[in-house]
Each structure stands twice: as C-alpha cells, then as structure tokens.
C-alpha cells in the first residue's frame, strides 16, 4: 500500500463483490485512483506535515495550499544570509559551486578538468557552525563562516533548517547551485518568527487582530507583508481518517478500471521492452477525467482558487 492510497485492499474488495486473489492488480489501481483524486482535486487527503514557502500578498488572509490544518508548527518569515561559503584557490579551481539538498550540502569544485565533490550531510553536522567546521577542514580552497556569533545565533541553529522542500515535484535540491570561486555563496534561512497570527483549520492564516511583532510594528502591518518567498511555514494538514465519500469514490473509480480491464487489457499498458525482450513492469495508463459518479462525490471536496 502506497503512502497516498486512500482505501485499502479490503475496500476496495467491499465494491468488487466476489472478486478476489486480484491483489498486485488493485493495488496498482488503487495508487492510480488516488493520484488521479488528488489531481482533480487538487489537493492532498492524508494528513503529513508540510514545510513550504509562500509569497507575502499584503493582505490579512494567507491562503496554504493544503488543508484542513491540524496544526502548525511554525511561521517564519524574512530570509537572510546565515551561512557563507567561498573557494578561494582561484588559481587551482576554475569552477566552485555550493548546493543544498535534503540530506546536507554538496560542494563541488573543477580544477583543471577534473571535478571532484564533497557530500556533507545535515545529520553528521548537526549545527550551522558544525557544518561550516566541516566545509573549512576539506581544504582545497573551501572555507565557510557563520553569519554573527558561533555560539548563538545562528551558530547553533539546526543545519537542516537551511534545506526547504519543494513545493511541487519531488525534487531534493533546495539552494543552488551557487557558485563560490572567489566569492561568497550566501545560504539563506527564514529566522524571525511570526507570534501575531491564527490559522483557521479551513486552509488559512490569519491577522486579523494587533498582535506585536518585530519590525511589523505599525497597525499597516498586520497583515502578510509583499514579497517573493518571504513566509516559510511548517504545519501539519490532511484527514486523520478519510472521509467515507472519498473512500467510496476512490472504490467507484477502481471498480470502473478493474472492469475496464477485463474489456479492455490495453487499459494496463505494458512497460516498453528491448527489441525481441520481455517486459517486467507495468504501468497503469489513467483516463483524463473521474468518470460521472465519482466526480460527484469529489465536487464538494475539489479546491477551487481565483486568480486575480
């Protein structure tokens, strides 16, 4: 069973009365159904923690792109530089680059056509300044520093906290590449946080009401000031349990395919083999849209959103 499979094998069986020994089948279905739920919906239904950016739209209502919200964990916002790193061997590096992915930063550096990388992970360096130790004691030119006191802030700020997931896609590159040869690649982190604002479990952040916050000190400025990515915000949103009209449009869609593949086989695209070769996967071509009755029991869940 998928992560983001909204029923189980039993359910889906519940719809699909005297079938069975169909396991490896359904299984596959139910993950295609379920992707093909949250794209028309456009939106997730389990519930996970989310750690995103978001662009301040000078209003009092910020708008998260999942919900219900169960929680959140954190709101931080203005961005600034609190780890720098240079190569400073310009005469033996042509080329210098820094990037941070999610499980720590990679260093790279090309000395007269030979590459050579340094992987150094968040969870052996666990501190901003441990990890800036580590960047310096590679040699080769690298060195690094923390911006402010090593032993404050933000020296003991957790390395992690410099890598942000993307929002879309399931890339693991957060920053970079940037280069480094001779000059300073500035990795930023959301620090400052946010005490004045209440979110509402329908998908949104509120401030509305004079709380005091540093540097938002003026009654213009309780709402989400402007800005490209200057909110990062860590919650937890989704269903606890799904919703039993989910569930069942989940099973009405996996029940349509499963008969569809009896008509039709095709329905089950087999994976591309060698020339002459066999396939050993296959991999579930989805219809473009639910059919009827399930887009009914979606419509009141679909996320609908106006662009000005």
């Known amino acids: ?36 739920i ?23 209502i910020l708008e998260l792109r999942q919900y219900p919200i169960q929680s959140v964990q954190s709101v931080r916002y203005r961005p600034v530089t609190v780890l720098k790193v240079i190569n400073n061997s310009t005469t033996v590096n042509q ?21 050579t990388t340094n992987n150094l992970t968040f969870s052996g360096n666990l501190t901003l300044q441990a990890i800036a ?11 690094a520093q923390v911006i402010g006191d090593s032993n404050g802030d933000y020296g003991l700020w957790p390395s992690a906290d410099l890598y942000v997931a993307p929002s879309f896609g399931d890339g693991t590159t957060s920053q970079g590449n940037l280069t480094a040869r ?7 982190m959301h620090t400052y946080e946010l005490a004045g604002y209440q979110f509402d479990p329908r998908g949104w952040l509120l401030r509305a009401i004079p709380y005091t916050d540093p540097e938002l000190l003026h009654p213009e400025d309780i709402v989400w000031p402007p800005g490209i990515k200057n909110f990062r915000v860590q ?16 099973a009405e869609w996996v029940e349509y395919f499963y008969y569809e593949t ?12 060698p020339s002459g070769g066999t396939a050993t996967s296959s991999t579930y071509a989805p219809l473009d849209s639910p059919p009827t009755n399930v887009t009914n029991l979606l419509r009141p869940y679909r996320r609908h959103t106006i662009h000005g």
């Open 1 to 36: 069973m998928a992560a983001k499979d909204l029923i189980t094998l039993d359910r889906a069986y519940l719809n699909l009365q005297g079938v069975s020994g169909q396991d490896a089948l359904l299984g596959a279905l139910i993950t295609s159904a379920s992707d093909g």
């Open 38 to 60: 949250a794209k028309y919906c456009k939106r997730d239904f389990y519930s996970r923690a989310y750690d995103e950016l978001y662009d301040g739209n000078g209003g009092r």
């Open 95 to 115: 080329q210098a680059r820094v990037q941070v992915t999610s499980t720590g930063l990679t260093l790279t550096r090309v000395a007269s056509g030979v590459t």
């Open 133 to 143: 130790t580590a960047i310096t004691a590679l040699g080769n030119g690298w060195s």
């Open 182 to 188: 001779g000059q300073n690649a500035e990795l930023k």
């Open 235 to 250: 919650y937890t949103a989704g269903y606890t349990t799904i919703p039993e009209s989910i569930q069942e449009a989940c």
């Open 262 to 273: 009896l008509r039709n086989p095709n329905i089950i695209a087999t994976a591309s083999a």
